[in-house]
């Protein structure tokens, strides 16, 4: 029938329309061109700053993240707060501050422990990469999980899935610049934990700092 037809029609077209859609490859190389650099590719010149648009791009598309968002009308997870030279270098000198007071109970790093000759070579060594392994940053953005307030609200391990889905749409958006040179670094994680950072960070109680976004520029022709 007339009515057959035009049904059978409408489902071959919408068929034909899925199947192109299912061949769209148009987003992999956004995928594929993802990299965590590392500070020893990272470009030492002078020049070599990063413009604070490309920052607010990466935010912009950090937030556009998959969440629960209507959820008792809360706000995105996810919270970055950026830090710029200035910044950078107050949060490295409030870790090792952290460390200073606190190293015989915490041990210092990401749990190290030892003789206080040995704690000292630590802190020597991480004072200088304030100058040397991050001096050639431009940013690093603090990478916030906000705790959802109130009596209905999700399982924290979910908000923390959503921030990391923010972190990645930072990676994503990043591979728009070729230039540019981002990683995820956990940080010292006892000091990232601390009461200390929370209040350098304006963070509240409940909220959790998941380390921070690193941005700088890599070195020309560095090898992938």
Request: hydrophobic letters at 35%; one cysteine or more.
């Amino acid at each position: 029938s007339p009515a057959a037809k035009s049904s059978q029609t409408k489902s071959n077209k919408r068929d034909e329309t899925m199947s192109s859609s299912a061949l769209d490859t148009s987003v992999l190389p956004c995928i594929r061109n993802r990299r965590s650099i590392f500070p020893s590719e990272y470009d030492k010149s002078p020049a070599a700053d990063v413009d604070p648009a490309i920052i607010r791009s990466l935010l912009d598309a950090a937030l556009w993240s998959p969440w629960h968002g209507k959820c008792a009308g809360n706000p995105h997870p996810a919270k970055f707060i950026v830090l710029g030279r200035k910044g950078m270098v107050q949060m490295q000198e409030l870790t090792l501050d952290y460390y200073d007071r606190n190293w015989k109970k915490v041990g210092w790093g990401s749990g190290r422990r030892g003789t206080e000759e040995q704690y000292l070579a630590w802190r020597k060594m991480t004072h200088g990469e304030i100058t040397g392994r991050w001096g050639p940053c431009s940013y690093m953005i603090a990478i916030v999980m906000q705790r959802q307030s109130g009596e209905k609200r999700l399982p924290e391990w979910e908000e923390a899935a959503a921030t990391a889905t923010a972190v990645q749409n930072l990676h994503l958006q990043s591979t728009k610049f070729p230039s540019l040179a981002c990683y995820w670094s956990s940080w010292h994680d006892a000091a990232r934990d601390s009461d200390e950072m929370k209040r350098f960070l304006n963070m509240k109680p409940e909220d959790k700092c998941l380390g921070f976004f690193v941005v700088a520029q890599v070195k020309a022709g560095q090898k992938d």
